[in-house]
């Protein structure tokens, strides 16, 4: 018999926002919606069927702390649902095509600055001498 071992919180919804901090990508990005997928694992990274996957819509307003702390909140759910539909042996998986998998990495200088001057309407407002850390 082979046992397959559920993953923790995957902070993502979709393969392109693998890797650091996905709350931050996914507000970077400007996409309007993500969530946790709750998956097995397998040798690839991320890469495994999911069994459960919970979205909601980013609003123009949150925060990173905010989806931080939303996804946290629907993983321990999530991880819940997902041990009760395996229990029940009665369950279609998602399949997971990690050909389109891109991971993201590490937010550095340029994309922290070009953030925080699109989320602070002065600044943004302004020709300000940080404009030029922005740009890619």
Not at 15 to 39: A, D, M, Q
Not at 122 to 129: G, T
Request: proline fraction near 3%; glycine fraction near 8%.
């Amino acid at each position: 018999m082979i046992i397959r071992l559920l993953s923790g919180c995957r902070q993502r919804i979709r393969s392109e926002n693998g890797g650091r901090l996905t709350p931050f990508w996914v507000l970077y990005k400007g996409e309007s919606e993500t969530g946790v997928s709750i998956h097995f694992i397998d040798k690839g990274i991320d890469s495994g069927e999911i069994i459960v996957q919970k979205k909601y819509r980013v609003k123009k307003n949150d925060t990173f702390n905010y989806l931080v702390k939303r996804n946290y909140e629907i993983a321990g759910k999530a991880m819940l649902e997902a041990l009760d539909i395996l229990e029940s042996g009665d369950y279609s998986l998602i399949p997971n095509d990690d050909k389109y998998a891109k991971y993201n990495k590490i937010p550095d200088i340029k994309h922290a600055w070009k953030f925080r001057i699109r989320r602070l309407p002065w600044l943004n407002k302004s020709k300000s001498r940080f404009n030029r850390a922005g740009t890619d």
